[in-house]
């Protein structure tokens, strides 16, 4: 867990990178960060209580650092958002890059046709707003990352990524 965490922290350095806004560039760099200092946390805390021994007051620090992670990812993801929707730069050659501007360029398409659909068949009230009981909800980039299919190699250990592995190689 806390190694795919370091996964997301890279996706939002990069998107960080390409985003056209400064501060939603500023809020997604502050939110890597904040997510690589849980991560690296949670991955200390697991190495000792694998070397101490499990017990309940390691099992809920452990759990609650993970709690901690999935919060600060969320949150990046919601960055990721608003810096997709801001715009991003033309990426690099670099594969990653590409591949990070691909993810956040098929969001950003199912978020547009999803408000054309909303638009088009939704019920308005009187102010021509939406009711709120028969919309769906919009498309989020939690939601894309949750749909991949989990990788069947193997994960490494450490969270540099090697040559030939990208940020969106592994599940998030």
């Given amino acids: ?6 996964v997301v922290v890279r996706f939002g350095h990069i998107l960080a990178k390409q985003c056209q806004d400064q501060r939603c560039s ?3 760099l502050r939110a890597s960060e904040h997510t690589h200092t849980i991560s690296s946390q949670l991955g200390i805390v697991a190495r000792v209580t694998s070397v101490t021994g499990e017990s309940r007051a ?3 620090l452990l759990l609650s650092n993970v709690q901690s992670l999935v919060r600060a990812v969320r949150h990046l993801l919601r960055a990721a958002e608003g810096a997709c929707v801001k715009g991003l730069g033309q990426p690099s050659p670099d594969p990653e890059e590409e591949e990070v501007a691909a993810f956040c360029l098929q969001w950003k398409k199912n978020l547009s046709w999803h408000r054309a659909r909303e638009a088009l068949h939704s019920s308005r009230d009187e102010l021509g ?3 709120t009981r028969e919309a769906k909800a919009e498309p989020t980039l939690m939601a894309l990352v949750q ?5 069947t190699r193997n994960i490494p250990k450490h969270p540099s ?7 969106m190689d592994r599940h998030l």
């Avoid at 749909?147 to 990788?151: L, V």
């Avoid at 990524?161 to 940020?167: C, D, F, N, Q, S």
Wanted: no cysteine.
């Fill in 1 to 6: 867990i806390a190694s795919d965490g370091q």
């Fill in 26 to 28: 500023t809020e997604l």
């Fill in 58 to 60: 390691s099992s809920e």
């Fill in 129 to 131: 707003l939406r009711k």
């Fill in 147 to 151: 749909e991949q299919p989990p990788q």
């Fill in 161 to 167: 990524p090697r040559k030939g592995h990208t940020a």
